[in-house]
C-alpha cells in the first residue's frame, strides 16, 4: 500500500489512518463463510456430543445471553441440563462494570493502605456478581471446572475473580464446538518473542521470562530484533505452542486494532486474522489482550479471540494490566504445570493462588 500524504502534515495523516481503521473494521464482516486459515471442523455440536465432551473433561458449561432485557443462562454438565433466567439485564450490566472497574483499580494503585481498600471492594464485587451467577453455575460436586460463555454485556468479567466460575473460561468466539471436538495435544517447541529491555529497570522481567519458559520448553528463543512480527507470524502459523512476553493493548473502538508490541512494531488482530493459527497453545504474558469487544450477535473482536477464530485451540491472555515482574513470576509456575499434564485452566488454577492480579489472567477456547 503506498499513502501519498498532501498539505497538512499530522491532520492529514490522522485521517488516512482513520479511513484505513474503517476499512479494516469492516473486514471481518465481509470475509467468505468458509473455515479460517489453520481451523478444522467448525460445524456445530450436538447436545449428546456437548454433554460427552463436558463429561470427559469433569466440565460445567454455562452460556449467558440476553433476551429483551432479561439475562438467560443454559447449564450443562452436572445432570442437571436447564435455563434459567438470572435476573434483569440492568442489574448485570451495573455487577459487571462494577467487578472490572474494581479489578483494573488494583493493578495501578501502589499505596499499601489505599490497596487494601480497593482489595476489600474488590473482594465485595466478586461476590455479589458470584451470588447473581450461583444459580447457573453446574453443581461443583460433579464439575471441576466450568467454561462460561458470556454474554456481551458481561465482555469485561475478570472471570477467574469470580467465586464458583474458576477453571476454564471461554470468551465471545470459542464457543462450544470447539469444548467437543478438541482433544490434548502433545507439547512441541516454543518460540518465544519477546521485547528490547524496557528502559528504567535494572533487568528486562520480558526477557528473562521468555528465556525461562524456552528453557523449560526446550523450544527456539527470540529477542530483541529476532522477535519481529514475521517471526511471530510464522510460529503462530506451525503447530506447537507459543509464548509471547511482550506488552500488548486493547483497542475498544477497533478491536482488530489491539496489537503485541514487537521488535519492528505492533501486530495486529486483523494481520494475524488474515495469516492463519495453528498452535495448539498460545500464552500471551501481555497486558489487557484477552479483553474482547462484544459485537452484535454476541460475537467479540479482539486479539484473543481472532487467534481462536482463525483456528487456535487454546490461548492464556490476560483480562486487565498485569505488571511485567508479576507476569515474569507466574509464566514458568504455569508452563511447569502444562508439562505435568495439566490443561491450561488447571495450570492457571495452581500457579495464581490467591493473587487477584494473577488472577486476571484466563484460559480461552479449549482447555
Same mark, same amino acid.
Given at each position: 500500500?503506498?499513502?501519498?500524504?498532501?498539505?497538512?502534515?499530522?491532520?492529514?495523516?490522522?485521517?488516512?489512518?482513520?479511513?484505513?481503521?474503517?476499512?479494516?473494521?469492516?473486514?471481518?464482516?465481509?470475509?467468505?463463510?468458509?473455515?479460517?486459515?489453520?481451523?478444522?471442523?467448525?460445524?456445530?455440536?450436538?447436545?449428546?456430543?456437548?454433554?460427552?465432551?463436558?463429561?470427559?473433561?469433569?466440565?460445567?458449561?454455562?452460556?449467558?445471553?440476553?433476551?429483551?432485557?432479561?439475562?438467560?443462562?443454559?447449564?450443562?454438565?452436572?445432570?442437571?441440563?436447564?435455563?434459567?433466567?438470572?435476573?434483569?439485564?440492568?442489574?448485570?450490566?451495573?455487577?459487571?462494570?462494577?467487578?472490572?472497574?474494581?479489578?483494573?483499580?488494583?493493578?495501578?494503585?501502589?499505596?499499601?493502605?489505599?490497596?487494601?481498600?480497593?482489595?476489600?471492594?474488590?473482594?465485595?464485587?466478586?461476590?455479589?456478581?458470584?451470588?447473581?451467577?450461583?444459580?447457573?453455575?453446574?453443581?461443583?460436586?460433579?464439575?471441576?471446572?466450568?467454561?462460561?460463555?458470556?454474554?456481551?454485556?458481561?465482555?469485561?468479567?475478570?472471570?477467574?475473580?469470580?467465586?464458583?466460575?474458576?477453571?476454564?473460561?471461554?470468551?465471545?468466539?470459542?464457543?462450544?464446538?470447539?469444548?467437543?471436538?478438541?482433544?490434548?495435544?502433545?507439547?512441541?517447541?516454543?518460540?518465544?518473542?519477546?521485547?528490547?529491555?524496557?528502559?528504567?529497570?535494572?533487568?528486562?522481567?520480558?526477557?528473562?521470562?521468555?528465556?525461562?519458559?524456552?528453557?523449560?520448553?526446550?523450544?527456539?528463543?527470540?529477542?530483541?530484533?529476532?522477535?519481529?512480527?514475521?517471526?511471530?507470524?510464522?510460529?503462530?502459523?506451525?503447530?506447537?505452542?507459543?509464548?509471547?512476553?511482550?506488552?500488548?493493548?486493547?483497542?475498544?473502538?477497533?478491536?482488530?486494532?489491539?496489537?503485541?508490541?514487537?521488535?519492528?512494531?505492533?501486530?495486529?488482530?486483523?494481520?494475524?486474522?488474515?495469516?492463519?493459527?495453528?498452535?495448539?497453545?498460545?500464552?500471551?504474558?501481555?497486558?489487557?489482550?484477552?479483553?474482547?469487544?462484544?459485537?452484535?450477535?454476541?460475537?467479540?473482536? %479482539? +486479539?484473543? #479471540?481472532? &487467534?481462536? @477464530?482463525?483456528?487456535?485451540?487454546?490461548?492464556? /491472555?490476560?483480562?486487565? $494490566? *498485569?505488571?511485567?515482574?508479576?507476569?515474569?513470576?507466574?509464566?514458568?509456575?504455569?508452563?511447569? %504445570? +502444562?508439562? #505435568?499434564? &495439566?490443561? @491450561?485452566?488447571?495450570?492457571?488454577?495452581?500457579? /495464581?493462588?490467591?493473587? $487477584? *492480579?494473577?488472577?486476571?489472567?484466563?484460559?480461552?477456547?479449549?482447555?
Amino acid at each position: 500500500m503506498t499513502l501519498a500524504l498532501a498539505d497538512g502534515g499530522v491532520p492529514a495523516l490522522y485521517r488516512a489512518s482513520e479511513r484505513w481503521r474503517s476499512v479494516a473494521r469492516r473486514l471481518p464482516w465481509v470475509v467468505p463463510d468458509a473455515p479460517p486459515p489453520g481451523a478444522t471442523d467448525l460445524r456445530p455440536a450436538s447436545l449428546p456430543a456437548m454433554r460427552a465432551g463436558l463429561r470427559a473433561r469433569g466440565a460445567g458449561l454455562v452460556s449467558l445471553m440476553r433476551h429483551r432485557g432479561t439475562l438467560y443462562a443454559i447449564t450443562l454438565g452436572d445432570g442437571r441440563d436447564r435455563l434459567s433466567q438470572p435476573g434483569p439485564e440492568e442489574i448485570w450490566r451495573e455487577a459487571a462494570s462494577r467487578i472490572a472497574a474494581d479489578a483494573l483499580a488494583l493493578t495501578r494503585v501502589r499505596e499499601p493502605s489505599l490497596r487494601g481498600v480497593v482489595r476489600a471492594s474488590l473482594d465485595r464485587s466478586a461476590r455479589q456478581f458470584g451470588d447473581l451467577l450461583a444459580p447457573a453455575v453446574p453443581a461443583a460436586s460433579r464439575c471441576a471446572q466450568v467454561v462460561v460463555i458470556p454474554s456481551e454485556i458481561l465482555g469485561p468479567v475478570p472471570w477467574r475473580l469470580v467465586p464458583g466460575a474458576g477453571g476454564a473460561s471461554a470468551r465471545g468466539r470459542p464457543r462450544g464446538h470447539r469444548l467437543a471436538r478438541a482433544g490434548r495435544g502433545p507439547a512441541r517447541p516454543v518460540r518465544t518473542p519477546a521485547p528490547p529491555r524496557s528502559p528504567g529497570l535494572p533487568f528486562d522481567p520480558a526477557a528473562v521470562e521468555a528465556a525461562g519458559v524456552a528453557s523449560l520448553r526446550g523450544g527456539v528463543l527470540l529477542t530483541g530484533p529476532d522477535a519481529h512480527r514475521a517471526a511471530l507470524l510464522r510460529a503462530f502459523s506451525s503447530p506447537g505452542v507459543v509464548h509471547v512476553a511482550a506488552h500488548g493493548t486493547h483497542h475498544e473502538q477497533s478491536p482488530m486494532f489491539s496489537a503485541i508490541s514487537l521488535a519492528d512494531g505492533p501486530a495486529y488482530a486483523h494481520t494475524i486474522q488474515q495469516a492463519g493459527v495453528r498452535a495448539e497453545l498460545i500464552v500471551l504474558s501481555a497486558c489487557e489482550v484477552g479483553r474482547a469487544q462484544p459485537r452484535p450477535g454476541d460475537e467479540a473482536l %479482539g +486479539l484473543t #479471540a481472532a &487467534l481462536l @477464530a482463525c483456528g487456535g485451540r487454546t490461548v492464556v /491472555a490476560a483480562c486487565g $494490566p *498485569v505488571p511485567d515482574a508479576t507476569a515474569a513470576a507466574m509464566m514458568p509456575a504455569l508452563h511447569e %504445570g +502444562l508439562l #505435568a499434564g &495439566l490443561d @491450561a485452566a488447571t495450570a492457571l488454577e495452581r500457579c /495464581a493462588g490467591d493473587d $487477584p *492480579v494473577h488472577r486476571l489472567f484466563c484460559a480461552y477456547g479449549a482447555a
